[in-house]
């Protein structure tokens, strides 16, 4: 579940009134927050390699890699890379323009070969040294890729096929990787004058964009937040309090 960026928003703020250190407006929020969350979501990777280096709990609710790999799974996707083939090579630009994968790649995952079938990744030394031997060249039971240069280059190259009649490469390479998250946005209208309250933000939920990294990271992404404010805070039950001031206060306005 996503982290609501109206909640957290307005906990900053309550919090920021109540140590008496200023204001932090809408824009400067979002930059924060969007640096926040990826600092929390390249984490996850961290602490993903950290957990399988340990023993596995075989515990349903207590496995560590499991909750850790649970919480980057929203971000995984899987793609075909035919639209971003250039045309008359076995390489897939991953930043071609315009025919780009979207949501653009952050990780890779695994290139699978007719939906059943891993490719091999290979460094360049390992790409030189296999294809000087017959036995050891890539073939279509034993394809591989290289990548680099936000380039997947596949060997042997004629896997890759064009649509005889169109001239369309033939949808049969797909990508499994992880995207980055969304920039975090809390969206406004600005009251007009005349008004009352003439010159405050409101929400606007139909232009947010809540937090996606996993909800039970509300807090540390609060208290980051307060650090780049200047504000450190030890213990996390006043956040968690300050949280459930600033809902309530949410509910009363909507009641």
Not at 32 to 44: D, H, N, P, R, S
Not at 240 to 250: D, F, K, S, Y
């Amino acid at each position: 579940m996503a982290i609501k960026v109206d909640t957290v928003y307005k906990t900053v703020l309550l919090i920021l009134n109540k140590e008496q250190r200023g204001y932090v407006t809408p824009d400067e929020f979002n930059k924060i927050g969007t640096q926040v969350q990826l600092e929390i979501f390249e984490k996850y990777f961290e602490d993903l390699n950290q957990q399988m280096r340990i023993p596995e709990n075989d515990s349903e609710y207590g496995n560590r890699v499991k909750n850790v790999d649970e919480k980057i799974s929203i971000f995984k996707e899987y793609k075909s890379l035919a639209s971003s083939w250039v045309i008359g090579t076995n390489e897939f630009n991953i930043v071609q323009s315009p025919a780009t994968i979207t949501p653009p790649v952050h990780r890779i995952g695994t290139v699978i070969y007719k939906d059943e079938q891993e490719l091999e990744k290979v460094e360049r030394n390992d790409w030189l040294r296999l294809n000087m031997s017959k036995l050891t060249r890539p073939t279509p039971d034993y394809p591989m890729y290289l990548y680099e240069d936000n380039k997947i280059i596949i060997q042997p190259s004629n896997l890759i096929k064009t649509n005889p009649v169109t001239g369309a490469i033939v949808d049969e390479f797909k990508l499994s990787y992880v995207r980055k998250p969304e920039n975090v946005v809390w969206g406004y209208n600005v009251i007009t004058a005349g008004n009352p309250g003439a010159g405050a933000y409101t929400y606007d939920s139909s232009v947010s964009q809540n937090f996606e990294i996993d909800d039970t990271d509300q807090t540390e992404v609060i208290l980051r937040i307060l650090m780049y404010m200047g504000i450190v805070i030890r213990d996390p039950q006043i956040v968690q309090a300050a949280v459930q001031q600033a809902t309530m206060e949410e509910q009363n306005q909507k009641s």
